[in-house]
Nanobody, 123 residues
Framework: VQLQASGGGLVQTGDSLSLSCAASGGSVRRYTMGWFRQAPGKEREFVAAFGWSGNTKYADTVKGRFTISRDNAKNTVNPRMNSLKPEDTAVYYC??????????????????WGQGTQVTVSS
């Protein structure tokens, strides 16, 4: 499966932004889909995951602000990011794995990766 992340941009603190991960060559319903981010000088970190059966998991840093959903018709998985903060600034990556669930917060569980989309939140 090939993944294409999009939707990044420059926003202000408190704004909202929606990202999208479009899959080709496979159905998102057959993968556990994850989102990660990497800020300059920092390690890549887990953001959110959406499983086969619709289960979700969020990093504590985004819980209550981000919501991840799946659009089966468009074959996309989309995090909606509300109340953005400067510390949310990062390159956001989507990823996929055929593993049903498990260590969804660990990036080594994912096989397929998109190219990343930049999110910048100004203060």
């Amino acid at each position: 499966v090939q993944l294409q992340a999009s939707g990044g941009g420059l926003v202000q603190t408190g704004d909202s932004l929606s990202l999208s991960c479009a899959a080709s060559g496979g159905s998102v319903r057959r993968y556990t889909m994850g989102w990660f981010r990497q800020a300059p000088g920092k390690e890549r970190e887990f953001v959110a995951a959406f499983g086969w059966s619709g289960n979700t998991k969020y990093a504590d840093t985004v819980k209550g602000r981000f919501t991840i959903s799946r659009d089966n018709a468009k074959n996309t998985v989309n995090p909606r990011m509300n109340s953005l903060k400067p510390e949310d600034t990062a390159v956001y990556y989507c990823a996929a794995t055929t593993t049903v669930w498990g260590r969804v917060t660990e990036d080594d569980m994912y096989t397929y990766w998109g190219q990343g989309t930049q999110v910048t939140v100004s203060s």
